[in-house]
Nanobody, 125 residues
Framework: QVQLQESGGGLVQPGESLRLSCAAS????????TAWFRQAAGKEREFVAA????????YYTESVKGRFAISRDNAKTTMYLQMNSLKPEDTAVYFC??????????????????WGQGTQVTVSS
């Protein structure tokens, strides 16, 4: 088990950038695939991006490709999400997740057993 804590959310204008961090406790972080999901008000939680245990493979939902970049530093037990060219439709609570999952389940909430409490990202002029 790992405990996860997100940070870095806030209020920005369209076109601006934010960098989210997800700090993990425990020394088993490198054994987990990790991901970012988001949940807008009144909507279901949706997949944003995932990264393999070693960081060698990354996966994105179509709407954020070319704008968002997921990365991780296993030595620091931390995952990041660099979000550029933010749009109002990116407004949501962003959650980080970790799981000993397989590739076919990386985009599904059921693929993860550990979740953070979320950080609010609001994109508005």
């Amino acid at each position: 088990q790992v405990q996860l804590q997100e940070s870095g959310g806030g209020l920005v204008q369209p076109g601006e950038s934010l960098r989210l961090s997800c700090a993990a406790s425990g020394n088993t972080f490198s054994g987990y695939a990790t991901a970012w999901f988001r949940q807008a008000a009144g909507k279901e939680r949706e997949f944003v991006a995932a990264i393999a245990r070693t960081g060698g493979y990354t996966y994105y939902t179509e709407s954020v490709k070319g704008r968002f970049a997921i990365s991780r530093d296993n030595a620091k037990t931390t995952m990041y999400l660099q979000m550029n060219s933010l749009k109002p439709e990116d407004t949501a609570v962003y959650f980080c997740a970790a799981g000993r999952t397989i590739t076919s389940q990386l985009r599904q909430t059921s693929g993860y057993t550990n979740w953070g409490q979320g950080t609010q990202v609001t994109v508005s002029s």
